[in-house]
C-alpha cells in the first residue's frame, strides 16, 4: 500500500478519544468542577444500617452476567450529556432505548431474574446500595444520575422526598414546566408516608390523558414506573400519567432543577 492510500485509510477510521484517570481529570477541569467531582468521590455508597437488605423473594437479584454488564456500561457511557443534553433530554433518552439483554429482556426495566446492571448502577450517585437488585425503589437513583449527566445538583439520596430537602438546590416552583422534578409522597390509606415517587414532568400541566380524558393530573417520565393497566409488575424508564385523584401517590412539590456550581 503506497502513502497516499495508506492516509487515505487513516482519514476513514473513527477518531478514538484518550480517555485519562478521574485523578488526572480532576487536574485539567476548571475548580467547581473539581470540587462537584470530588464531593462524588466522597459520597460513595454508605453500609446500609442494622436489618437492612434482607434477602427478598423479588425477581431480579442474581448477578448479572458478564456480558450484560459490558453492554450497560457501553450504554451508560453513550447516553447523552450536558453540554449537548438536559437532565431531561437524558431521561427521554433511556426511556426510548431499545437495547436488551442476552435474555431479550429491556435495558431500561426490571429484570424477571438477574439484577439489570444499568438500574444498579444508577444507585452509583447516592448514598445507597440496592439490596434486593434491580428490585430496590429506583426512581430517585434514576433521576440522580440524569441530573448528573445534565452536570445539575443531585441530592446523594435514593429517596425520592430528598429533592426537598435543600431548597437552595431544588426551589420549589408555582409555574412547573418540562422537565422539572415532580415529587410524591406515598399515600397509605389516605395518610402520607415516607416512601414516595419522583420523575421528570414530561408535558404541560393540564395536558390531557387521552385514555382517560382526564386534565387533572401530570405526565411523568421517571424510573422504577409501573406499566399503565396492566399485569406487569417490573418497574421501567417510561412515561405516565398521575390522576391527582392517584390513591397511592400525592404531589409534595414541582421543583426546579439548578447547576451544580449554584
Known amino acids: 500500500m503506497n502513502r497516499r492510500n495508506l492516509i487515505r485509510l487513516l482519514s476513514l477510521l473513527p477518531l478514538v478519544p484518550v480517555i ?3 485523578a488526572a481529570q480532576i487536574d485539567e477541569v476548571d475548580e467547581a468542577t473539581a470540587n462537584f467531582l470530588r ?3 466522597s459520597a460513595g455508597a454508605g453500609k446500609p444500617p442494622a436489618g437492612a437488605g434482607k434477602p ?3 425477581v431480579g437479584t442474581a ?3 458478564p456480558w450484560d454488564v459490558q453492554k450497560a456500561f457501553e450504554i451508560l457511557s453513550a447516553a447523552p450529556r450536558a453540554p449537548h443534553a438536559t437532565p431531561y433530554d437524558t431521561a427521554v433518552w433511556f426511556k426510548d432505548l431499545k437495547d436488551t439483554s ?3 429482556e429491556p435495558f431500561n426495566a426490571e ?3 438477574w439484577a439489570n446492571p444499568v438500574i444498579t448502577s444508577f444507585f452509583t450517585l447516592t448514598n445507597t446500595m440496592p439490596q434486593e437488585g434491580d428490585q430496590a425503589s429506583w426512581c430517585a437513583a434514576f433521576v440522580n444520575w440524569c441530573l448528573a449527566a445534565g452536570r445539575k445538583n443531585i441530592s446523594f439520596s435514593a429517596v425520592a422526598q430528598s429533592f426537598t430537602w435543600d431548597k437552595k438546590k431544588f426551589p420549589p ?3 412547573p414546566e418540562v422537565g422539572d422534578l415532580v415529587v410524591f409522597s406515598g399515600l397509605e390509606n389516605g395518610t402520607k408516608k415516607k416512601f414516595g415517587h419522583v420523575g421528570f414532568l414530561s408535558k404541560p400541566p393540564g395536558t390531557p390523558d ?3 380524558g382526564s386534565t387533572k393530573g401530570l405526565w411523568v417520565i421517571g424510573g422504577n414506573q409501573k406499566p399503565r393497566d396492566t399485569d406487569e409488575e417490573k418497574g421501567a424508564v417510561n412515561e405516565k400519567f398521575y390522576p391527582a385523584s392517584n390513591p397511592t401517590l400525592e404531589v409534595l412539590d414541582i421543583v426546579k432543577t439548578t447547576h451544580f456550581a449554584e
Open 20 to 22: 485519562k484517570p478521574a
Open 39 to 41: 464531593e462524588w468521590a
Open 56 to 58: 427478598s423473594s423479588a
Open 63 to 65: 448477578p448479572a452476567r
Open 102 to 104: 442476552k435474555a431479550g
Open 111 to 113: 429484570w424477571a431474574e
Open 173 to 175: 416552583t408555582v409555574s
Open 210 to 212: 387521552p385514555e382517560g
